[in-house]
Structure formats: C-alpha cells, structure tokens
C-alpha cells in the first residue's frame, strides 16, 4: 500500500515538473530591469522633448508645417507602437485561450495602425483621402471583432442564448419609442442573431463607402468636408453614419443583456467597452465635428496647406495624440497576464507556436462566413428567421 503511495506521489511530482521552465539566469534579470529602466526613461524623456521640439520648430520661419506636424506627432507615434506592440507579443506569447485572444489581437492592432496611418497622412496630403480609407475599414473590422470577443468571453452563442432565456425578454429585447419605429421587439433566441446583423452590417457598408469614396475621389467629385447635395463626401457621410448609429445601438443592447454575467467572470466591460467606443466612435464623431468647421469657414488655409489639409492634418494630428492614451488604456484593460499560465507547474501553451498565433489572430475567417449568412442571407431555411427584423 505505501508503495503505490510512494509511486502516485513519484509520478505527481514528474507530472509537475515535466517541461518545467528553467530558471531565469543572473544576466537575464540584470537586462530585464536595464530595458524597464530605458523604457521609463525613454517614455519621460520624450514627453519633456515634444513641447520642445514643437515649439522651436514654430519659432523657426524656414520650417514648414509639413515638418513641424510632422516630427513633432512622430513622438507620440514613436511612444504608441512599442506600448502596443507590447501588449500584442504579450498575447500572442501567451496564447492559452485562442477563441477569445485572437478578438482581443484584433482589437489591439487598432491602435498602432490608426497612429501610424494618421501621421503618414501628415506628410502624405495628396493620399490622406486613401490613408482614411484603410482605417476606416480597420474601424468597422474591429467593432465585429468586440462583439465576437463578447460572445466567447462568455462561452459562446449557445451559452449565450440559454442566458438571456433566464432573464425576462422586457429588459433587454424592447426598444424606445423611436427606435420601435423601424424594429420589432427582438426576444428569446433571434436577440443574439439581430445583435451580430447589427453589427455585421456595418463592416460591409463601411467597405462599400471606401469603395465609393475612391471611385468619387478619382472622378473629382468627393469633395472632402463639403456637405453639399453634389458632393461624394454628403452622402458618404450620411450613409456611414446612419450604420454607424445602429451598429452602436445593437452592440449597447446586446452589452447591457449580458453585462451581469461579463461582471461574474471578471472581465472588466466598461472599460473594455469605453476603450473600443472611444477609439471607433469618438475619432469618427471627431472627423465630423472638423468638417462641420471647415464647411463654415472656422478653418481656414495656413501657409502652403490649404484649407482642406488643414482639417485633415488636424484630426491626423489629433488621432496620433490620443493614440497614446489608448495605447495605454488598451494595455491594462485587455491584458496578456489575464491569460498567462503558472510556468512553475510547467503548463504547456495550449494555442500552439508564436507564429500560428499570429495566423489565427490575422484571418478572420468566422467573420467572413457569418456576413455571408446574416447579412447577405445565405441561410438555410430554417434559419431564416434571425435575419427579420
């Protein structure tokens, strides 16, 4: 009998320190607190530089805005992306929950290529309409990946669908008097459903607006920032952010149903939920708001950019700023260490290599097949029925 004990407490004990890592040698610690020790460094030393470097390039008449935008965003772009980086090589280092890290990649490459494609269009003015086009696509990209990240976060769609039958349909289903204009009651199993159209139908209507903004910016008659009835740009706009505000609705919906239970497991929603709508909704709204200046002539031409460079190199401006903060926000609330495994047990990964972490998180092949059939209705028969609305 003791034997046998000895034996299980034997084979506990190779169980627990099978693949064990090895410990982290002298050097390695020593070079670890030297790169935390630049990195902090570097991070302060290049906040005293922006004011700096920004206001002698404005003392100096020889420098032209292209240049002072240019360098001085560069700074912030120049702190963003190894804070985002970070937290992106984070998760994919850690990949032990593929279903759910995977959105969160997605979400998080957000930040770098909106403060990347933002300070190119600073120096790039003549491709700034086509620089805004692949980040408006990256916008809507991302919104379906959060609404995917809620579905898993909380088990999936069936699990999803077995909660929301436990709570009464009239808290979450109903609509306000102005929305029960254009919708039914949504209830029981089709709620989820018509959240993912919602959202879904935004990613396909932000493309074909890239589409017709490129077709009318060829034909010269986009006219950005001008609502006038001839203009591209009005009606661009207007469709945009009419998918907008229902892809905003049915995601604030679907949100305040599940909220309870993101509470239950720990998954910090408003903050997740703040940081998403803050960078997809707030730069939009931004855009708009300098448009709506510069259609009344609050901004006007400065030096060699004209009126319309102006606005545009405003909101890249202004992008690549706020980027910073996201960058920082992004990186506590979506966290890598919420998914490390304990490496004294030896855990092994459980979503596979570095680089088919990388691939999982790139194709979105679920969002793809799901446009299909929610959207464009390629549905079996007895589906059908999610997609009324």
């Known amino acids: 009998m003791s034997h046998e004990i ?3 407490d034997t084979g506990l004990d190779l169980l627990l320190n099978y693949d064990r890592p090895p410990p982290k040698s002298r050097l390695r610690q020593v070079m670890e607190k030297v790169a935390h020790f630049l990195a902090v460094s570097t991070f302060l030393s290049l906040l005293v530089l922006i004011p700096v470097i920004t206001v002698q390039a404005l003392k100096d008449k020889n420098t032209s805005n292209d240049h002072v935008a240019f360098y001085s965003s560069a700074c912030f772009v120049g702190l963003t992306m190894p804070i985002s980086i970070y937290g992106i090589y984070g998760h994919l280092s850690n990949y032990n929950q593929p279903k759910i890290q995977k959105y969160v990649v997605r979400i998080l ?38 609404l995917y990240y809620l579905i898993e976060v909380l ?27 254009f919708f039914t009651d949504w209830s ?54 009419v998918s907008q505000c229902l892809a905003l609705y049915v995601l604030v919906k679907l949100f305040y149903a599940v909220k309870v239970s993101l509470f239950a497991i720990g998954a910090k929603p408003y903050g997740k939920f703040a940081c998403v709508k803050g960078v997809v909704f707030f730069t939009w709204w931004q855009g708009v708001g300098i448009a709506v200046l510069q259609n009344y002539g609050i901004i006007h031409e400065r030096g060699t950019w004209s009126q319309d460079d102006v606005a545009d190199g405003l909101q890249d401006y202004l992008i690549t700023v706020e980027m910073l ?65």
């Open 188 to 241: 029981g199993s089709l709620f989820l459903g018509r959240c993912k159209w919602g959202v879904l139908q935004y990613v396909v209507v932000k493309v074909f607006c890239v589409f017709l903004t490129i077709l009318c910016e060829a034909a010269g008659t986009y006219g950005n920032g001008e609502f006038s009835l001839t203009s591209g740009y009005f009606y661009v706009t207007f469709v945009a952010n």
């Open 325 to 389: 903060f996201f960058a920082v926000a992004h990186m506590y609330t979506f966290s890598y260490t919420e998914y490390c495994v304990d490496e004294d047990l030896g855990m092994p990964r459980s979503g596979g290599t570095f680089g088919e972490a990388l691939w999982s998180s790139s194709v979105p092949n679920e969002i793809g097949e799901d446009i299909k059939t929610e959207v464009l209705g390629r549905k079996k028969k007895e589906d059908t029925s999610v997609l009324s609305i």
């Open 109 to 146: 490459w957000m930040v770098p290529l909106y403060s990347l494609q933002s300070w190119l269009g600073l120096r790039f003015h003549d491709s700034s309409v086509w620089i805004e086009s692949l980040r408006d696509m990256y916008e809507s990209y991302t919104l379906a990946s959060f």
């Open 6 to 8: 000895i034996d299980q």
């Open 155 to 181: 088990g999936g769609e069936e699990e999803i669908t077995r909660t929301l039958l436990d709570i009464p349909e009239q808290t979450y289903g109903k609509h306000g008097r102005f929305m029960s204009l």
